[in-house]
């Protein structure tokens, strides 16, 4: 069995979360996520002592007390987090957020989709969620 892997999924929206983690898992059975509902949520958890920092983590743009972007922003400047590839999942396809998101440090933009089978195809596409 291989190593599991730690998803982070961080968006304000239950059933948007469960949706990512459904279409994750039905890709690859040694995923583990975990959920935060909002940005600030996010960085006090993965700053936290003894966490066990995730592979990936998923981040929504628009959410409360601290946005995507804030977030990205946040965790591209703190060291133990800047390694960590983010991927921006979110219902924008707005291009100067795109390329400002990916300008800021994030690995990858993945529209949030209402299929589930294009959802889960995208996502198997992605070389280092492999």
């Known amino acids: 069995m291989g190593k599991t892997k730690i998803f982070y999924v961080v968006d304000d929206d239950v059933d948007d979360q469960q949706f990512l983690i459904e279409a ?4 690859d059975q ?3 996520c975990f959920t935060a509902s909002n940005g600030q949520e996010a960085i006090t958890y ?3 002592a003894g966490v066990s920092l995730p592979d ?3 981040l929504d743009l628009n959410m409360p007390r601290l946005n ?3 977030c990205l922003a946040e965790l ?4 133990s987090l ?4 983010i991927i921006i999942y979110s219902t924008t396809s707005d291009k100067k957020e795109i390329l400002d998101t990916m300008q800021m440090g994030a690995a990858y933009f993945l529209t ?3 299929n589930f089978k294009e959802l889960k195809v995208e996502l198997s596409s992605i070389s280092f969620l492999a």
């Open 24 to 27: 994750l898992s039905g890709n």
């Open 30 to 32: 040694s995923i583990l």
């Open 46 to 48: 993965l700053n936290g």
């Open 56 to 58: 990936v983590i998923f």
């Open 68 to 70: 995507g972007k804030q």
């Open 76 to 79: 591209k400047r703190t060291p």
């Open 82 to 85: 800047q390694h960590i590839p």
């Open 112 to 114: 949030k989709r209402s």
